[in-house]
């Protein structure tokens, strides 16, 4: 390296600029840091130090806490004569805290680092463990940016967090640092002395010691310069530390929505705050609600697509009959029994959904077309059970009770349960909002995942009778269901095979592959040229919904159970013909026990 370079370098100006700094909440603080250049050696280890010893940490350069005090050891003192033993919890007794712990295995295992167990809790940090990054999760469900970020030889930690947590600890942060500058060129070549060393100095919520020197060829750097010193961040008031009860209470906002138009076509807007809205369990108004309030049951609607947000992350939320939930944060009722629109109750907005969502619904709402759907009202109003007449809901179901069913009755799963990984093709499974081909492809793709692919061969298997098994061992999807069926005369089943056959062509013609001739004609059975692609899908799931039906009663009927019973005894006998066959032409043991097989044949009869 240059000399000029070097030098500027060993001056240190620039890192105590740096750490000088005024710091904003957003930034991500630097809290631990290993060497990493050969010229360059930074070492950052930050300490939690006690409001009241600030002032006596300021006094001098050095650090508070090492690296190596950061876990629980012992100490032992003499108190009056007597020898006393005890505990320390993080290898100091002088209050002060790690907010990074070393984690060493002598070598057997690696070593690491991690950030304080008390303030990921602090924060309910979420650990994605493939980045090594702390996320935290809103009340209303959304990921906030990242909070803190781990790496081997650094660890980042946003700014707020920590103040927040100093807040209500009643501490401050040192960040603790030495910063050692080497150079090949002498102190001399560089214009330094070792009377340029600098002593102590304290400045504000800062203190270091610099120093020069000359390594006198110990290796082949001839110089250095080493910054030693700490920096002290302040906490935030109680009151902005976001953590009850010492946080201070904002009030409520509460989005204002379309709820009706008056004669002149302008739209009414009311809030959906429901303390100013009129309730059946209020009608002498107690509560002193305008006179002119509408009812906190007033309907309001909403465009289909304002449901797509959620079924595009199914990890987070769930779409299900008549309610939305994010985890366990939040839920809301809602009406999606309509074929273009949503429907919620204006006091349920603002009870129940967080601001930020109610700010997603306003996008959506559009004046009222008509009231609520039957089942909605008869669920929400007469308190009655009513399944729901939407495709969507009554195919799930389907797929519940026949998965239910044939766990009951075989002790096995018809369709196979979905791989975590896939779960998302049933989640969000339903009729799309709108005519794009690309959602309706995606539907297509997720039904045929659940109904063909899923299927489970490996115990269907169990259908085909033994003479049979060779011919059709390579068999399978809908040509192994089929056979299946077919082999043991179940009558009903071509009306289904043949769906799934159209089903299985017209995913592997359009949603796996390049649309072209072949994608047209294999639509043309379900007349895709004529109607739109929502009310298309709409006719695939009543019919992927049917073919349920037939498998639930198939399986519950006890036909399957009976058909693999008989298969497994005429497999039996057919291997016992076989091992007879082999005694009597001394091609095998003469000892087998014929009784004892026959014995365990009538027992399965």
């Not at 100006?13 to 740096?18: D, G, V, Y």
């Not at 640092?177 to 002593?199: A, C, K, M, Q, V």
Request: glycine fraction near 6%; include cysteine.
């Amino acid at each position: 390296m240059s000399i000029d370079r070097d030098k500027r370098r060993l001056s240190q100006a620039q890192t105590l600029q740096h750490m000088q700094r005024d710091m904003k909440l957003n930034e991500m603080l630097t809290v631990y840091q290993e060497p990493t250049e050969e010229y360059s050696k930074h070492y950052i280890y930050c300490a939690l130090i006690p409001s009241a010893q600030i002032k006596k940490s300021l006094s001098v350069s050095t650090w508070d806490m090492e690296f190596s005090q950061d876990i629980p050891s012992g100490m032992i003192s003499n108190k009056g004569g007597r020898e006393v033993r005890e505990y320390l919890r993080y290898g100091v007794d002088n209050g002060v805290e790690p907010l990074i712990i070393g984690r060493s295995f002598h070598r057997v295992r690696d070593d690491y680092r991690e950030i304080s167990e008390e303030f990921r809790l602090f924060h309910n940090l979420y650990h994605d463990r493939k980045t090594d990054q702390y996320i935290k999760i809103s009340e209303d469900g959304n990921e906030e940016e990242t909070v803190a970020v781990v790496k081997s030889d650094c660890i980042q930690i946003r700014l707020k967090e920590i103040r927040q947590f100093l807040a209500i600890k009643e501490m401050h942060l040192a960040i603790q640092f030495i910063f050692s500058e080497l150079s090949t060129h002498s102190l001399e070549e560089l214009g330094f002395t070792e009377s340029d060393n600098d002593r102590q100095r304290p400045d504000k919520l800062m203190c270091w010691m610099q120093r020069y020197g000359d390594l006198d060829g110990i290796t082949n750097h001839r110089a250095f310069s080493r910054l030693v010193g700490k920096r002290i961040v302040e906490p935030l008031p109680k009151t902005k530390s976001g953590f009850w009860p010492f946080a201070e209470v904002s009030g409520q906002e509460y989005a204002s929505f379309i709820i009706d138009v008056n004669e002149i076509g302008d739209e009414i807007i009311y809030t959906s705050n429901p303390d100013e809205l009129k309730t059946p369990a209020d009608p002498g108004n107690i509560r002193g609600v305008d006179e002119e309030a509408p009812s906190y049951l007033t309907p309001v609607h909403f465009r289909k697509k304002v449901l797509d947000k959620y079924y595009h992350e199914p990890s987070k939320y769930t779409v299900e009959d008549s309610i939305l939930r994010c985890g366990s944060l939040w839920s809301v009722y809602i009406d999606n029994h309509h074929e273009d629109i949503v429907c919620a109750w204006l006091g349920d907005l603002g009870r129940d959904l967080p601001f930020g969502e109610q700010k997603h619904w306003n996008q959506y709402n559009i004046p009222p077309t008509g009231g609520v759907s039957k089942t909605y009202f008869a669920r929400q109003l007469g308190a009655q059970f009513t399944n729901s007449d939407r495709p969507e809901h009554i195919f799930k179901q389907r797929y519940n009770d026949l998965q239910k069913a044939s766990q009951k009755q075989l002790g096995w799963q018809w369709l196979l349960p979905l791989h975590t990984a896939d779960a998302h093709h049933l989640q969000s499974l339903r009729i799309p909002a709108t005519d794009e081909q690309r959602d309706f492809d995606a539907m297509v793709l997720s039904l045929t995942k659940i109904l063909i692919d899923s299927l489970n061969e490996k115990s269907l298997r169990k259908l085909i009778p033994f003479e049979k098994q060779e011919e059709f061992k390579n068999k399978s999807g809908i040509a192994l269901l089929g056979a299946a069926l077919h082999l043991n005369d179940l009558e009903g089943a071509d009306v289904h095979i043949a769906f799934l056959r159209k089903l299985q062509d017209l995913r592997s013609s359009g949603s796996a592959h390049r649309k072209g001739r072949t994608y047209l004609k294999k639509a043309e059975h379900f007349d895709i040229e004529n109607q739109s692609l929502r009310h298309v899908f709409a006719n695939i799931l009543n019919s992927a919904s049917d073919t349920l039906d037939y498998f639930i009663v198939l399986v519950s009927s006890g036909r399957i159970r009976e058909i693999i019973k008989r298969n497994e005894i005429k497999n039996a006998y057919s291997i016992l013909d076989e091992m007879v066959g082999s005694v009597d032409s001394g091609t095998t043991d003469a000892s087998v026990n014929h009784d004892e097989v026959i014995y365990e044949l009538q027992s399965k009869k």
